[in-house]
């Protein structure tokens, strides 16, 4: 067996992996109307990609332009930070279900390609601490 497999073999018994299995997990939830929370969070992605490389770019220009590399140093990274925050924030708003809904669905597929009809018979791991401890009296 590949270690391709036996590592298939592992994750399929876990508990996000045979739900995603189990529930034949698909992707019919981007078809539903977007609220106005993702929408905001969507506009916020992508004013983050925006203003994320074109601006360190502009404003390093503009450093060089006014041979003041103190503007560059401060600016940059204020700026780059600023896009990744409003790219977290963005991910914040639009994201968690839409995330938990496209890994479920990408699990499942991969496993089933690599598993193939056995990745439905797969029993989960047994919880820790499940198991009583025979040994004591």
Request: with cysteine; proline share 4%; charged share 20%.
């Amino acid at each position: 067996m590949s270690i391709i497999k036996k590592t298939a073999l592992y994750f399929a018994q876990k508990e996000f992996c045979r739900a995603a299995i189990n529930e034949h997990a698909d992707l019919s939830i981007f078809k539903e109307k977007l609220s106005a929370v993702v929408i905001a969070g969507l506009i916020l992605i992508t004013i983050s990609y925006l203003i994320g490389i074109p601006a360190v770019f502009i404003i390093g220009g503009i450093a060089a332009w006014l041979k003041n590399p103190t503007f560059g140093v401060i600016g940059i990274p204020l700026i780059y930070g600023l896009s990744w925050l409003l790219l977290m924030l963005g991910l914040y708003l639009a994201g968690p279900k839409y995330g938990k809904a496209f890994n479920h669905w990408a699990v499942r597929i991969i496993l089933e390609k690599i598993l193939g009809d056995e990745a439905k018979t797969i029993r989960p791991l047994p919880q820790e601490g499940s198991e009583k401890d025979i040994t004591k009296n």
